[in-house]
């Protein structure tokens, strides 16, 4: 089955300054690739999603790439602010089913 | 247009005891997705429903869990016998149903601690 892993698990970075973080998944049958964000005590919020047609997407200061064939996605955020400071969730999700396969999260700090 | 809804947000249980998790999806959404957390984990997918049909409950354990969802009301998750290691938050998702690799919006969860 699918198994999507995510790097790494714990960043910190200045405010102001760019933050990555990276996912890959082992089902080249994958085709849809959302970002969730998950405030402590909160539920995930969908931040930004890409579909296997697209190479990469912008939403303001966050963007997602997508590499096909090497099978990995990231999330780019640039200028950081504190309140970017939360748990994010990548996943992926095989053509034909529905269900989501989540990495295990990466624990954002920003330094104000 | 309200979100996903679940409750109770927090259940507190005995082993040996029964717990009942409801979600209400969005409002013109029929597919609705079951996960769960643990802490300091990601979620994993257990069941996805639409109404009155299982369509998928391959990350659901075979014993003791069971889900539906009705054609009037919410979708129900359903612990027998609850034990320890069943703590978790369980969130529900759901989706609009008119296509493949649609968006799922999440409901804030339930809080399941067993004692």
């Known amino acids: 089955g699918e198994n999507v892993e995510q790097h790494p698990s714990t960043l910190s970075v200045q405010e102001g300054d760019s933050a990555v973080i990276k996912c890959t998944y082992s089902?080249?049958?994958?085709?849809?690739f959302p970002w969730y964000k998950q405030e402590l005590g909160k539920r995930p919020q969908l931040i930004i999603d890409?579909?296997?047609?697209?190479g990469e997407k912008k939403d303001q200061r966050i963007a997602v790439t997508l590499n096909k064939t090497a099978k990995h996605f990231s999330l780019h955020i640039t200028e950081t602010q504190p309140e970017d400071s939360a748990v994010y969730f990548c996943?992926?999700?095989?053509?034909?089913?529905?269900?989501?396969?989540f990495g295990t999260g990466t624990r954002l700090k920003v330094l104000a | 247009n309200a979100g996903v809804m679940q409750n109770p947000r927090h259940l507190v249980r005995r082993r040996g005891q029964e717990a009942r998790l409801r979600c209400s999806p969005m409002?013109?959404?029929?597919?609705v997705y079951w996960y769960r957390q643990l802490p300091e984990e990601g979620l994993k997918f257990m069941v996805y429903?639409?109404?009155?049909?299982?369509?998928?409950e391959s990350g659901m354990p075979k014993e003791r869990f069971s889900a539906e969802f009705p054609k009037e009301g919410p979708s129900i998750l359903r612990i027998q016998q609850v034990v320890r290691g069943d703590s978790a938050a369980y969130f529900c998702?759901?989706?609009?149903?008119?296509?493949?690799?649609?968006?799922?919006?999440f409901g804030p969860g339930t809080r399941l601690l067993v004692l």
């Open positions: 429903l639409q109404k009155e049909n299982i369509i998928d």
């Open positions: 996943a992926a999700s095989i053509t034909g089913t529905y269900k989501y396969i």
């Open positions: 089902d080249s049958a994958s085709n849809y």
């Open positions: 409002k013109g959404h029929s597919h």
């Open positions: 890409i579909r296997s047609n697209v």
């Open positions: 998702a759901s989706s609009p149903g008119q296509g493949n690799q649609e968006t799922q919006y």
